[in-house]
Each structure stands twice: as structure tokens, then as C-alpha cells.
């Protein structure tokens, strides 16, 4: 008998029919596409459990992370692709993208007309990849259709073209205090393989 459940917009229609059938109170919300609509979120679900405090605060902590992830004037952006384990890859329209933006990095989404989100094939990381694929660490013995593409052999052609960062799924499942993790990862990626690829340059 909870007095509240916070559920998607998405969860099985059945389930939240069942909800309203029990006279259980919930309050729904959507995917947030971007840091407004990810902050506007935080403030409704923060209001709704009556703890508006702790959602400014975490407001606050986003602010923060945005405004110390925020590359040095004239950084010449680098092109990037952030690669799911389950062979999707993020486009345009979408919370990561924007987040990719913010730290300096150019989304190749766009370019490989991938929509929000899309799959990305070997062939086409081979002879067009991003400066950086920022996928996940995989285990060997429990890769997935998307981890054999990305840890595939034939990419080693594209050294010095593309390197690879770490980027731990768990990051793009969700915006809220999320994002300040999220940030951190790209901006530090962000610098690393910004010095690598100077260091690189004739």
C-alpha cells in the first residue's frame, strides 16, 4: 500500500491501469531530452514527494557540473559517437547529445543520419569513423551483437584515426543527478584525448 509510485509514461498500460483500479496515487513522467527538461523533471518529482529542497540542490549540483565541464574558450571541438552495448548508437534530439555539446565534443550521430538513436555498423565506423567512440568496458566471454562490433578486430585499422574511452552504459539510462557523473566522464575524456590528438598533430 505505498502512498505514491513514480512511473513512466512508457510502463505497460495494464500496470497502470491496475494502479488506478487499486486507488493507488501515481505520478508519471516522460524521457527528458535535454538538461531543461531533465531539471524541470527533477523540480515536478521533487515537489511531488515534498522535498523541494533536495531537488534544488541537486539543481545546484548540475549547474555546477555544467559550468566545470565547460571546455577552454577556442577548443576545437572533437567528433565523438557514444556506443551502446546493445548496438545502438545516441543521435541528435537527445539528452547525451546535448551533454556532448556542453564538454566539447561534436556528435557524429547527424552524420550517420542515426535519428535519436540508431545502429552504427562495423562498416561504417571503419571507413567513416569519429575521433572518439566512447563505448563501454566489455567482458569477453559475455559480449553482445553491438560489444563484437566495437571490439572488433578490423577496427584496428582505424588507429590514428579513433581512439576509444570509456564511457559506462549506466550513464545514458537516465538524467537527473546523473548528468553530474555523465559530465565529469566526458569533460575528463574530453581533455585526455584532447592532448593525445594535439600531441599527434605535425
Not at 19 to 34: D, H, K, N, Y
Not at 104 to 118: C, H, P, S, T
Request: proline share 6%; hydrophobic share 45%.
Amino acid at each position: 500500500q505505498p502512498d505514491l509510485v513514480l512511473t513512466s509514461i512508457y510502463a505497460p498500460q495494464a500496470t497502470r491501469s491496475a494502479l488506478r483500479r487499486m486507488g493507488i496515487p501515481t505520478a508519471e513522467f516522460g524521457v527528458p531530452l535535454s538538461v531543461t527538461e531533465s531539471i524541470a523533471q527533477i523540480r515536478t518529482m521533487a515537489q511531488v514527494v515534498a522535498l523541494s529542497d533536495r531537488g534544488e540542490a541537486i539543481v545546484a549540483a548540475i549547474d555546477a557540473a555544467l559550468a566545470a565541464a565547460v571546455p577552454p574558450a577556442g577548443t576545437t571541438p572533437l567528433t565523438a559517437l557514444v556506443f551502446q552495448s546493445n548496438g545502438f548508437a545516441a543521435g541528435g534530439g537527445v539528452l547525451i547529445d546535448e551533454l556532448l555539446a556542453r564538454t566539447g565534443f561534436q556528435n557524429v550521430g547527424a552524420r550517420y543520419q542515426l535519428g535519436q538513436f540508431g545502429i552504427v555498423s562495423l562498416e561504417h565506423l571503419i571507413a567513416d569513423p569519429p575521433q572518439i567512440l566512447l563505448a563501454g568496458t566489455f567482458v569477453s566471454d559475455e559480449l553482445t551483437w553491438g560489444d563484437r562490433i566495437a571490439a572488433h578486430p578490423a577496427l584496428a585499422g582505424t588507429t590514428g584515426r579513433m581512439m576509444r574511452a570509456e564511457f559506462p552504459e549506466s550513464l545514458l539510462l537516465c538524467g537527473g543527478p546523473v548528468i553530474v557523473q555523465t559530465l565529469a566522464v566526458l569533460a575528463e575524456a574530453r581533455r585526455k584525448y584532447g592532448r593525445k590528438y594535439a600531441s599527434a598533430s605535425p
